[in-house]
């Protein structure tokens, strides 16, 4: 069982929903998303994605791009992004991690490649957001060999056969987008989320984690009804975009958003 079924599983045996927050790798400053990883595991968070920086992310609002921008200021690559959830590992075998972003730095790294080292690294899943079921036949065999979960994507505009299509080739969880756009966006609607997944429920036995339009501990807890996940990025990213001189209070700030969404989804 990977760490992310596990986690799942302890999660709905204690029948809590899972929290699943968002950063991006380097932002501000590579030295700070070791303490932050730790400092989000220490509020609340289930598992973390860790974005992967990337010049061109077209499903990111400006939030995140803005993120991206800070972190390629650094020059943060891949290797390092690898090495950061290496170093997260040799304090925490438990928290699972998932890294999210784009396909070109990882096909150019090379699949296999790329497999192998996240799997050593203590990589548990990978979402790549411009991955289509159709062109992963190559991709999610080879991240399966080496123990990592591939993660898609689902919107509100995924007909049901297409949903079947897609879960077929997904494990670890499916990412259920709640609104048609961006990060960052809002008007979330939960009531057109939980019919949308009532019929995801007919096409998969996965857990669904549910991102974008997740703001705080009401909405948090609001989707938690419904949902196995709550996915939130955009409203933590901007605490790092307003503190990106002072991480300690970006990381104080992003700490107290996440305990207290933690603290509503288990009311």
């Known amino acids: 069982m990977s760490r992310i079924q596990a986690r799942f599983s302890a999660l709905q045996a204690a029948g809590r929903k899972a929290l699943i927050p968002y950063i991006t790798a380097g932002d501000p400053a590579p030295a700070v998303t070791l303490p ?32 991206m921008e800070r972190a390629l200021a650094h020059e943060v690559s891949l290797r390092q992004v ?114 949308k997944l009532d019929m995801l429920r007919t096409v998969t036995d996965l857990p669904i984690g549910v991102g974008f339009g997740i703001r705080d501990g009401a909405s948090a807890a609001a989707v938690a009804e419904v949902a196995d996940g709550v996915v939130v990025g955009s409203v933590l990213v901007n605490q790092i975009a307003a503190n990106a001189d002072n991480p300690d209070a970006a990381r104080k700030a992003i700490s107290a958003i996440i305990a207290d969404m933690r603290g509503a989804m288990d009311r």
């Open 36 to 67: 932050l990883m730790h400092d989000l595991v220490a509020a609340g968070a289930d598992v973390i994605e860790l974005g992967i920086p990337f010049s061109d992310p077209m499903a990111d609002g400006p939030v995140i791009q803005l993120a």
């Open 82 to 195: 690898l090495e950061m959830v290496a170093e997260f590992r040799q304090r925490d075998n438990e928290t699972p991690v998932v890294l999210m972003g784009y396909l070109n730095p990882v096909e150019r790294m090379g699949y296999d490649e790329f497999a192998r080292e996240a799997a050593e690294a203590g990589v548990d899943g990978v979402l790549t957001v411009d991955l289509p079921p159709e062109e992963a036949a190559e991709v999610v065999p080879l991240f399966k060999a080496r123990g990592l979960d591939t993660i898609f994507l689902l919107a509100p505009t995924t007909t049901a056969e297409r949903a079947r299509s897609i879960c077929q080739q997904a494990s670890g969880y499916v990412y259920y987008v709640s609104l048609k756009g961006v990060t960052g966006s809002s008007a979330l609607d939960v009531t057109d989320v939980a019919n």
